[in-house]
C-alpha cells in the first residue's frame, strides 16, 4: 500500500512557476514508476510527467516539455514537478501517482495509487 500527499498548488500568473511535491509512504518507493496527471474542468484527466523508479528515465505530454522537469528522491520517498513558463491552458487539479513498475507509463488506468489532488490556477 502507498499513501501520497501532494502540496505546492497555488495561484500564479502567466509566466510565472509553481513547483509541486508528492511526498510517498512505504519502504520500496524505488520500485514505483512515479507519474503527475492533471484535470480540467469538464475535461479528463491527462498524463503530464512520469519518472521511473530508478529516476534515470522520464517522459512528458509535449504541451510541457521544455517548461516543467519531473523529478524524485528515493532516499526522501518524494517526487517533484517544476513547473516554469505556466499558461493559462496549465490550470488543473494536479495528482500524484504511483504504479508498481521499474519504467515509466502513461496511462491513468496503469496507475494504482493517487494523491488527493492540488490546485493549480494560472491567471492571465
Known amino acids: 500500500q502507498v499513501q501520497l500527499v501532494e502540496s505546492g498548488g497555488g495561484l500564479v500568473q502567466a509566466g510565472g512557476s509553481l513547483r509541486l511535491s508528492c511526498a510517498a509512504s512505504?519502504?520500496?518507493?524505488?520500485?514505483?514508476?512515479m507519474g503527475w496527471f492533471r484535470q480540467a474542468p469538464g475535461k479528463e484527466r491527462e498524463f503530464v510527467a512520469a519518472?521511473?523508479?530508478?529516476?534515470?528515465?522520464?517522459d512528458y505530454t509535449d504541451s510541457v516539455k521544455g517548461r516543467f522537469t519531473i523529478s524524485r528522491d528515493n532516499a526522501k520517498n518524494t517526487v517533484s514537478l517544476q513547473m516554469n513558463s505556466l499558461k493559462p491552458e496549465d490550470t488543473a487539479v494536479y495528482y500524484c501517482?504511483?504504479?508498481?513498475?521499474?519504467?515509466?507509463?502513461?496511462?491513468?488506468?496503469?496507475?494504482?495509487?493517487w494523491g488527493q489532488g492540488t490546485q493549480v490556477t494560472v491567471s492571465s
Open positions: 501517482a504511483a504504479c508498481r513498475s521499474a519504467i515509466v507509463r502513461f496511462g491513468v488506468n496503469e496507475y494504482n495509487y
Open positions: 519518472i521511473s523508479g530508478s529516476g534515470g528515465s522520464t
Open positions: 512505504g519502504r520500496t518507493f524505488r520500485y514505483y514508476a
